[in-house]
C-alpha cells in the first residue's frame, strides 16, 4: 500500500495566519502537498488516535493548533528538506492505526528519512517500535517520561503498559531503554527493580536538573525517543490531563530536543500526550513547536559522527584497570569533542549486537576509568552482550 494513501493531507485552512507568512517561515518552506518522498531529509506527521488513553480524553485532536505556531517559526541556517504528510486519521480499530503507524514508519525508515510526529496517546510508541522489527536490527528506545509505563500486561494495551508489552513482543528487538525524567513519588518500586534486572538505566528528574548535559550520551545512544509532555512540569505545558506540578522547564525540553535532533543514531522521534481540550492560550501548542524547531535544528547540526564515520577517525585513549584487569577502550570525535567507549564482547557474541558495542558516554566516564573504577553504563551494555 502506497504510504500516501495512509494520510489525509494538511487542510491549511485550519492553520492560523497561514495566509500571512513570509517565505522563510517553515509554514512556505516545508512542502504540503508531496507526491514523491525523493530528496526528504524529514516528514512530520500527526496521528489521531487516542483510544489507548486512560485519563487524556482529547489528545489527539492537537495537531493544527501545534502547526499554526510551528508554521510562523523561521528556519535555521540550513536548506529544510521537509514535508508534512498529514495526519493518520483512525482506523476501525486500534490495531488498524498500529498497522498504518507501523508500515509508514517503517517505509520512511527504510528509504533513509527521519518521521517526526504528534501523538495521540503514548500507547503509539508500541506501533512506532513494530516498525523497527521489520529492519532486521536491534534497538534502543529512550522514553522521556514521568512514568515507566509498566502496566498489567493481561490488560488491553494502553498508554499506562505499552512498555510491557514491548518487552514481551516477539521476535524482540529492544536490545536497551532508558528513561529521562521518572519522578520518584510516581512510580512502584518494584518497576525499578525490574529495570535493573533488565540492565535497563533510568534518570530521575533532579538528575536532569541538576546537570541537562548527562542525558546528551543516553540520547546519543538512542534509535527512536518517546517524549511525553508528562515530563514536563504543568506551569510550562499545562494542556495535558497527567501533567504534575514539577518536571522540566521549557528550555530543558527543548534542550534535550536538540541533543536527539544531532544524533547521527536516532532515526525517529514523537511527541505525545497535548491535550487542546485544555484552554491554556494556546502555551502548550507553542512550546512544543519550539521543541520541534530544537529537533530539526539539531539535525541540521549533525557531526557525522558515529554510525555515520569510521571509528578510525576519532582519538583513542586506553585505560588499564589494575584491580580488574580490565582494559577499557575510549574514543573521542575530533568533529564534536563527544566520546565513545568500545564494549568488548563474549564468545558467543551475535553479529546484531554489533552496533552496541561503540557506547556513547562522556568525558565523566573516562574519569572514572582513570580512577580504576568501571564506568555504570559500561557495565550494563557488557551484560547486555554476553
Request: glycine share 6%; aromatic share 14%.
Amino acid at each position: 500500500m502506497p504510504i500516501f494513501d495512509y494520510f489525509q493531507k494538511v487542510d491549511v485552512s485550519k492553520i492560523t495566519r497561514f495566509n500571512n507568512l513570509s517565505d522563510s517561515q517553515i509554514g512556505k518552506l516545508i512542502d504540503l502537498e508531496p507526491n514523491s518522498l525523493e530528496g526528504l531529509d524529514l516528514v512530520f506527521f500527526d496521528i489521531e488516535e487516542e483510544r489507548g488513553s486512560l485519563n487524556n480524553e482529547g489528545c489527539s485532536k492537537g495537531a493544527y493548533e501545534v502547526r499554526s505556531y510551528l508554521y510562523q517559526l523561521f528556519q535555521g541556517n540550513s536548506f529544510l528538506k521537509m514535508a508534512d504528510l498529514g495526519t493518520i486519521k483512525p482506523g476501525e480499530s486500534i490495531t488498524d492505526t498500529y498497522f498504518a503507524v507501523k508500515d509508514s514508519i517503517s517505509t520512511l525508515l527504510r528509504k533513509g528519512i527521519l518521521p517526526v510526529f504528534l501523538g495521540g496517546s503514548q500507547d503509539l510508541v508500541y506501533a512506532n517500535y513494530l516498525a523497527y522489527t521489520e529492519q532486521e536490527q536491534t534497538v534502543n528506545l529512550v522514553s522521556i517520561d514521568a512514568k515507566f509505563a509498566l502496566g498489567r500486561t493481561d490488560d488491553v494495551i494502553n498508554d499506562s503498559n505499552y512498555f510491557s508489552k514491548i518487552i514481551l513482543q516477539q521476535p524482540n528487538v529492544l536490545f536497551n531503554f532508558s528513561n529521562l525524567g521518572y519522578q520518584t513519588y510516581l512510580i512502584d518500586q518494584a518497576e525499578l527493580k525490574l529495570l535493573e534486572e533488565l540492565f535497563f538505566d533510568s534518570h530521575r528528574l533532579g538528575e536532569l536538573k541538576d546537570d541537562i548535559r548527562v542525558a546528551e550520551p543516553i540520547i546519543r545512544n538512542a534509535d527512536f525517543v518517546n517524549f511525553s509532555l508528562n515530563s514536563i512540569a504543568q506551569p510550562y505545558a499545562p494542556a495535558n490531563k497527567n501533567t504534575s506540578p514539577n518536571g522540566l522547564n521549557g528550555e530543558q525540553a527543548c534542550q534535550l530536543s536538540r541533543y536527539a535532533g544531532m544524533s547521527d543514531k536516532l532515526s525517529a522521534f514523537g511527541i505525545y500526550d497535548f491535550n487542546p481540550t485544555i484552554f491554556d492560550h494556546g502555551q502548550t501548542a507553542h512550546l512544543i513547536a519550539q521543541v520541534i524547531w530544537c529537533f530539526i535544528d539539531g539535525f541540521y547540526n549533525r557531526k557525522g559522527d558515529f554510525p555515520a564515520c569510521n571509528k578510525k577517525e576519532y582519538v583513542k585513549y586506553t585505560v588499564n584497570l589494575e584491580e580488574s584487569n580490565q582494559e577499557l577502550i575510549f574514543y573521542k570525535s575530533p568533529k564534536s569533542d563527544r566520546w565513545w567507549m568500545n564494549v568488548p564482547y563474549h564468545a558467543n557474541f551475535q553479529k546484531k549486537y554489533e552496533r552496541h558495542m561503540m557506547l556513547p558516554c562522556d568525558y565523566q566516564d573516562y574519569l572514572t576509568a582513570t580512577e580504576n573504577e568501571i564506568p555504570e553504563r559500561w557495565f550494563q551494555t557488557f551484560q547486555k552482550l554476553k
